[in-house]
């Protein structure tokens, strides 16, 4: 059976969740290329959703919070975003407790556990020290 457009337009594109800025300026510019056209098909108008719903997921998940966040703040605000939920930080701090701890601010996170976390969010350390 032979490929619709979109299907074609799909293939040629190679649209995937974007995990690095390289991904993210390729599929930027094809959503701007599909932007800038005076008229665009169905099958175009289509992929250019698939590709903003791509670039609305990787900008949500590596957006930061406010100017003056402290970590705790930071943490939160990147759990949240990231759909993780505070269980999945018990590799990183080891009990219950000391995620709600750091969570709200009532424990320092070590230099070990931000490198850590930055790992898991894709971040700078910096942002929990």
Same mark, same amino acid.
């Given at each position: #059976?032979?490929?619709?457009?979109?299907? *074609?337009?799909? /293939?040629a594109t190679k649209p995937a969740r974007i995990e690095d800025d390289?991904?993210? +300026?390729s599929i930027r510019s094809r959503f701007g290329d599909l932007l800038g056209r005076r008229r665009r098909t169905v099958a175009e +108008? %289509?992929? #250019?959703?698939?590709? !903003?719903?791509? $670039?609305? +997921?990787? +900008? @949500? *998940?590596?957006?930061?919070p406010p100017d003056g966040a402290g970590p705790a703040e930071r943490l939160r605000f990147l759990l949240e975003h990231?759909?993780?939920?505070? /269980?999945?930080?018990?590799? $990183?701090? !080891?009990?219950?407790?000391?995620v709600n701890e750091a969570?709200? !601010? *009532? @424990? %320092? $996170?070590?230099?070990?556990?931000a490198h850590r976390l930055a790992k898991m969010f894709s971040v700078q350390a910096g942002l929990f020290i």
């Open positions: #059976m032979p490929a619709t457009v979109y299907e *074609r337009l799909l /293939a390289e991904q993210y +300026d +108008d %289509k992929l #250019m959703d698939l590709l !903003g719903v791509l $670039i609305e +997921d990787y +900008d @949500r *998940r590596h957006s930061l990231s759909r993780k939920r505070p /269980a999945d930080l018990l590799p $990183i701090f !080891g009990q219950r407790s000391h969570l709200n !601010g *009532r @424990r %320092k $996170i070590s230099a070990e556990q």
